[in-house]
């Protein structure tokens, strides 16, 4: 006897078939994550890039985000370099003995904006620091900092470098402990999240922050002053990380539209992402009614001169690490963040 496959049964078999087909080309590459889901670096940066990622490659390409992280942040490159997980965000300034080039951009008057300096910083990377094994063995997709770092205080309005003395102020270790110390100010090192806690126990009487930090952490109650200096007091540096064989799983076809959104493009979007929300949060200080100043260019100048010590150390460090001329990498990082605010 002959049987005959019903055309339903030979519909939903192809359907089934299809379905797997499908399955087996989605590319799904899971991203450590060990800061707060409503952080902006989640919510501006991480999660926009990720979407971008899954529109370029008509969804094959997926990012997911863990839950918990699966490594303190100090160990994101080990993580992703045994392939634990397929990609990690870091802080250079972590492990600064192992990541001397990131320096650079942790030094005073480093930063116009986030998105330039940003930029700025890849195309360093790609000219002077690319070759010098800090990452290597693995992917970098980006190097990215934050908005020029400004200090907040309780009442004292900083308008001189003398109202510096005796101030009680948070910073977040290492190359921030240094500058708070060299503008005379008494340092309590601690990170960024315990500001809050720090100021409302009177610990200390002023911060090292972004303006984000205003809104981010909360310091309406206990912030009244914020003195912005122009090019930054500190900064971070950030990276994202990717592991080789993980990017030898993206399908050929993908792989142009992945490394588009990586590299400046990528970086860029980091810069950016706190200078959003930095201006929303000096925006938010302004209409709370406190009071917001700029350093003029005496106290600028004062502030250079105190902190000059940190530039010409971090450039005898590269030098001796890796043989660069540092100050070569310092004029044109600045070099092209006046380039970049010229084009605007």
């Not at 590459?29 to 670096?41: G, K, Q, R, S, V």
């Amino acid at each position: 006897m002959t049987y005959q496959t019903p055309l339903r049964s030979l519909t939903a078999g192809a359907a089934l078939l299809a379905f797997s087909a499908g399955a087996q080309a989605e590319t799904v590459l899971t991203f450590n994550w060990w800061i707060p889901a409503t952080h902006l670096m989640r919510t501006e940066i991480m999660n926009p890039w990720a979407d971008a990622v899954a529109e370029a490659t008509n969804g094959e390409v997926r990012i997911e985000f863990t839950t918990t992280s699966l490594a303190p942040p100090p160990r994101q490159p080990e993580l992703v370099a045994d392939g634990a997980v397929d990609l990690v965000l870091g802080v250079h300034g972590y492990t600064p003995d192992r990541f001397v080039n990131a320096g650079v951009m942790e030094l005073p008057f480093m930063t116009t904006t986030g998105e330039h300096a940003s930029i700025a910083y890849w195309r360093a990377f790609e000219r002077f620091f690319a070759d010098t094994g800090e990452h290597e063995g693995v992917r970098v997709l980006a190097h990215y900092v934050h908005s020029a770092g400004t200090v907040m205080a309780r009442e004292r309005v900083l308008d001189s470098i003398d109202a510096f003395n005796g101030l009680l102020i948070r910073a977040g270790g290492g190359t921030q402990d240094r500058v708070a110390d060299a503008l005379g100010g008494s340092v309590v090192s601690s990170p960024a999240p315990t500001t809050y806690e720090l100021l409302a126990n009177g610990v200390v009487d002023a911060t090292l922050m972004t303006p984000d930090g205003y809104t981010s952490f909360n310091l309406a109650d206990h912030i009244h002053t914020q003195l912005l200096v122009p090019g930054g007091l500190f900064n971070s540096s950030f990276f994202v990380l990717m592991n080789e064989d993980s990017y030898a799983r993206i399908p050929e076809e993908h792989r142009e539209a992945f490394d588009a959104l990586t590299g400046e493009y990528f970086s860029a979007l980091g810069g950016r992402g706190f200078d959003t929300v930095s201006e929303a949060g000096l925006a938010q200080m302004i209409e709370d009614g406190r009071t917001v100043i700029t350093a003029d260019d005496d106290m600028v100048a004062e502030m250079q001169a105190r902190t000059a010590f940190l530039e010409e150390e971090w450039i005898e460090r590269v030098g001796e690490r890796h043989g660069i001329d540092g100050r070569e990498v310092i004029d044109f990082l600045r070099a092209t963040m006046a380039e970049l605010a010229e084009e605007e």
